[in-house]
Every structure is written in C-alpha cells, then in structure tokens.
C-alpha cells in the first residue's frame, strides 16, 4: 500500500512569498499519475496539477508541480490572497487504487 | 459547462441504508471514468469507489467493500452508489468526482451530506 505523506501540516505565510509543498510516497511508482488540489472550506477540492507536473485548466501559471519517483513537490511562485486553501496531492496506481495525503494548510501570517 | 449535481444525502441510522446520485451534464458522460470520494467532517479525502466508462470495471475502497454498490447509466448521465450496512464512520460529505483520463479528478460536485447516527 502506497502512502502518501504531506509536509509542512500547516503553513504560515504572507502574500508575495514563494512557497513549496511536499508530497512523499511511501514506494516509489512510476506512472506519475501524482495529482495536486486546492480546497477553501465549504467548497470542493479543484484540480491544480496532474500527471506531476501538468497544469489543469484554468489554472495560473504561478502553480507549478514537479517530481518523480518517491518525492512530488507544488510550488506557488507567488502567494495571492486567495492561495490560502487546503492543499492535497493523491496518487493512482497502487492499493488503493487511489489514495490522497493527510494535506497541507496554507494560512495567512 | 460541466455539471455535477450530488443528491440522496441525509440521516440515517447506523446499520442502515442509502443510494446517492449524481446527475451530469455538459460533457460526454459515456467517455469518462467515474468516481465518488468522501470526507469526514474535519478531515482529508478519502477515494471511495471508482467505474470505468462502460460499466465493467469497478474498484471499491476495503473500508467500503461489501457494503456498498457503484453504477452508472450513460443513457440517463447519471452515477449512482448504493451504500449498505452504514457505520458511524460512513459519516462524510460524499463527492460525485470525474476523471481526466490521467487519472486525476478534475470535476467535482457540490457533495452530499451523509450523516450515520
């Protein structure tokens, strides 16, 4: 079973900073299939960044993701205001078919 | 615009039972694999289950297998999961989820609320 490790839990910054998350995977999987999502509260999540390093529609170019193997990282150029979300990476391809990290929350210092 | 609309939420007590469904729309539901994915109160994501675009590969969380029941109609756009034999931690807003072809989740629903009590 694959499982995902986030880190930092819990993050303090402020607008204008870079910022870079991490995601850890407890085997190394080779698909790359390593997602990124962004959820503010009461809403759902919205897909930032698949297959690692793709960014989804919509999405600004300040969201960046990169990695392989065992080591994913999101990176945010830039912070704005409304960056300040709950963040998730989820894999597929191992039991369980997919599975999510515990997340990382970005908040205002 | 893609739409997904969750329905089929509410009490129910432990033991109990439930079917949830998702209504889509602006998008050729028959393309995508399926999926729901729920949440705690409080606490992260969790995949639930997950059907292929044809309806013939299903694959089910241990927590919930044996318990409950994915399907699809792809005349009627809809998905649906009929959950059995609910428990205390079946407790979650349950999300009607669409997958990318790169098997990430790129649409969501607003959720439903299931709450076993």
């Known amino acids: 079973e694959i499982v995902l490790t986030q880190s930092p839990g819990t993050l303090s910054l402020s607008p204008g900073e870079r910022i870079t998350l991490s995601c850890r995977a407890s085997?190394?999987?080779?698909?790359?299939?390593l997602a990124w999502y962004q959820q503010k509260p009461d809403q759902p999540p919205r897909l930032l960044i698949y297959?690692?390093?793709r960014r989804a529609t919509g999405i600004p170019d300040r969201f960046s993701g990169s990695g392989s193997g065992t080591d994913f990282t999101l990176t945010i150029s830039r912070l704005e205001p409304e960056d300040f979300a709950m963040y998730y990476c989820?894999?597929?391809?191992?039991?369980?078919?997919?599975?999510f990290g515990q997340g990382t929350k970005l908040e205002i210092k | 615009d893609v739409q997904l609309v969750d329905s089929g939420g509410g009490l129910v007590k432990p033991g109990g039972s439930l079917r949830l469904s998702c209504a889509a729309s602006?998008?050729?539901?028959?393309?995508?694999?399926m999926h729901w994915v729920r949440q705690a109160p409080g606490k992260g994501l969790e995949w639930v289950s997950s059907?292929?675009?044809?309806?013939?590969?299903?694959y089910y969380a241990d927590s919930v297998k044996g318990r409950f029941t994915i399907s699809r109609d792809n005349g009627q756009n809809s998905l649906s999961l009929q959950m059995h034999s609910l428990r205390g931690d079946d407790t979650a807003v349950y999300y009607c989820?669409?997958?990318?072809?790169?098997?990430?989740?790129?649409?969501w629903g607003q959720g439903t609320v299931v709450t076993v009590s």
């Open positions: 297959a690692a390093s």
């Open positions: 602006g998008f050729p539901f028959s393309s995508h694999t």
């Open positions: 989820v669409r997958d990318s072809k790169w098997n990430a989740f790129d649409a």
């Open positions: 989820q894999q597929f391809g191992s039991s369980p078919m997919y599975s």
């Open positions: 085997q190394s999987f080779t698909t790359n299939y």
């Open positions: 059907i292929n675009s044809y309806g013939n590969f299903i």
